[in-house]
């Protein structure tokens, strides 16, 4: 599911695609969502069914890409359901948690695969609802929300302006840090879009600060690459073998970050 969703992202976005075909996409992805928002792994007749927020966020990104391409309003109100459930179910601490069961029975599980990750990709979906919609009232009502997921991010930046994983997960992974850099970049565009020009310039600090550590710690100099992971030991574990997590986390970090000669090459 992951996988598809990301290439999701990518391939709506790069190429002039079917308009039948992004339609399929879309309805898709809309079949798994409960009359609430939330936006399931699996078929919602499915009863061990679970809604794992990150990948949810992607599907609402999907959502309204999808929305762009065809101006199909269903797309963009799926989007804006998921958002509205997330900042609806989030901790105190700008954390969400991952929930099993039915739509009529759904329970938070306790736990969650990231924090930065789940945030800055939440964050992300924000700001994409608001380039299709141009819905700043919207905006400003999920904006308590996006503040928490700023908080969730900070959770566990360290002095090296990299995140863990999560507190309890002391490991600094690429893929992670590159969607919570996207988060805070996105949390200063959404701020400034706003008119609060204090929090735009503290959340743009705090991307721009982590851009550049991505660039140095996580950099392989020997191997003219990125390491996908960052132990708490300072041992970076790197190469390209497999789809995930090396190849895919490399293709990410081209993709998303800003141009330079590092990643043109």
Partial sequence: MKILLLALIFVVSSFPLQEEFIRKIGDKIL????????????PLKRKDNIVIPYFSNYASIGLCLAYTKTKERKYLEGAKAWLNWYASHLNPDGTIYDYKGTPSQLKPTGDYDSSDAYAGT??????????ASRDKC??????????KA???????????????????????????????WRGLRDAGRIAYALGYKEDGENFTSLSSAMLKNIEENLW????????????PNGKRSSG???WYPGQMANLMAIAWLPFSERRKE
């Fill in 31 to 42: 079949e798994y969502q409960a009359s609430d928002g939330a936006l399931f792994l699996y």
């Fill in 122 to 131: 939440f964050i992300t979906a924000v700001w994409y609802f608001y380039k």
């Fill in 138 to 147: 919207h905006l400003k009502q999920i904006y308590k929300a996006v503040k």
């Fill in 150 to 180: 700023v908080e969730g991010i900070k959770l566990t930046l360290q002095e090296d302006n990299l995140t863990f994983a999560k507190p309890n997960y002391p490991i600094k992974y690429l893929m992670d840090n590159v969607e919570t």
């Fill in 220 to 231: 392989d100099k020997e191997h003219n690459r990125y390491a996908w992971e960052l132990s």
């Fill in 240 to 242: 390209l073998r497999g």
